[in-house]
């Protein structure tokens, strides 16, 4: 139901083939996900989640926004390098993060709920490019679920697979801030194959 959520908030751009400022879904997503840095492992004990641009093209995300759950945070001027690993945190903890990559401080970073929580990026249209509604359930692993260990995404070419395509980290840093993450692999999703026909009702709807 959830995945169904985020496609649906996708259709409109989906559907009519249009690229929105110049971006497809999933272009840049949301990679890995630190909510419960506690008990450390290695890395510092703040909550961090990365973004990764997926696509051959520098992005400035000025006017970006990040929603989670119910509060809406703005980029600034910002631009993300092609494949490049960002790691969005707390400004004031941007100095314990520079040592594992680039960091971006968002002010009134959110916090990152152990339970889970939806988060969502959109340009600065409105429109929807990434979202992600993690679960501690996701880890997999009753010990690494207590604290310590990232949530990462196995197969970036499916930003949308949801649960399937996410587990603890298999490093012994407890995660991969800023560099490719120790579950990457094939996983391609096998559930949803698409949107097979659109009907148009009117000059303003379609019908999928």
């Known amino acids: ?111 990152l709920t152990n339970e889970g929580k939806l988060l969502c990026l959109t340009d600065r249209d409105g429109t929807l490019v990434h979202g992600v509604e993690y679960s501690s359930t996701w880890y997999g692993d009753a010990l690494k679920s207590d604290g310590g260990w990232s949530l990462e995404m196995t197969d970036t070419h499916f930003p949308f697979a949801g649960k399937d395509n996410w587990g603890a980290s298999v490093s012994k840093t407890g995660g991969t801030p800023g560099r490719p993450n120790s579950l990457n692999g094939s996983n391609p999703d096998l559930m949803f194959h698409g949107i097979l026909n659109t009907f148009p009702e009117d000059n303003r709807t379609i019908r999928v």
């Open 1 to 111: 139901m959830k995945k169904a959520i985020l496609l649906a908030l996708l259709m409109p751009c989906m559907a009519s083939g249009q690229i929105v400022g110049n971006l497809k879904p999933g272009d840049i997503i949301i990679s890995e996900i630190m909510a419960d840095p506690t008990p450390v492992v290695s890395l510092p004990d703040q909550e961090y989640f990365e973004i990764t641009n997926t696509s051959r093209n520098p992005v400035n995300m000025q006017g970006w926004k990040l929603i989670a759950g119910t509060q809406t945070i703005t980029f600034p001027e910002f631009v993300i390098q092609p494949t490049e690993y960002v790691i969005i945190c707390s400004p004031a903890d941007t100095i314990l993060f520079r040592a594992y990559g680039r960091t971006l401080g968002l002010r009134s970073f959110p916090a």
